[in-house]
């Protein structure tokens, strides 16, 4: 959603000015988000550990967070930074596919610290529990269909 990402010529010229002509619209994007943020969500500062011990919960979701291919070796996800008695949870995690047995069993040793588990897709939780029998995970629906069709009609007619 970066403003700056318009101008990233990597992507191509084409892709560049397609992106430019969509400029208005994203800052508009970028705006709604932003109030609905400050209304809405308490952030903490990540580096501020003693907010972060005051915690006894965190949740991670939900689109390809475990995805190495776009988290790299970032183990935030896996919530591998909580050192306290806090409870680990997921909703809706994702993580497109993973092949390698060190990516596999990195991320069922990190799932067993966790509390409660949930995925979208049922190939995820079959392959964690063929991997790891007492491991429970369940399959829940993308947040984005949690929102009626009616809801999301009265949002697009805002943008």
Not at 30 to 59: A, H, P, W
Not at 73 to 86: E, H
């Amino acid at each position: 959603y970066s403003i700056a990402g318009i101008f990233d010529l990597t992507k191509g010229v084409k892709v560049t000015f397609l992106k430019f002509l969509r400029l208005k619209h994203i800052i508009k994007r970028n705006r709604i988000f932003k109030e609905f943020e400050e209304k809405y969500f308490k952030l903490l500062e990540f580096s501020d550990s003693n907010q972060m011990r005051q915690l006894d919960t965190f949740v991670v979701g939900s689109d390809q967070v475990w995805n190495t291919d776009i988290t790299g070796p970032d183990k935030t996800y896996l919530l591998d930074f909580i050192k306290n008695d806090a409870q680990k949870v997921s909703y809706a995690a994702s993580c497109g596919s993973i092949d390698k047995i060190d990516q596999q069993s990195q991320l069922i040793c990190a799932l067993k610290e966790f509390h409660a588990i949930s995925v979208r897709e049922r190939s995820l939780r079959n392959m964690l529990k063929s991997l790891c029998p007492e491991l429970k995970a369940d399959t829940c629906i993308d947040p984005v269909f949690l929102k009626s069709k009616e809801e999301w009609r009265k949002y697009s007619m805002q943008t």
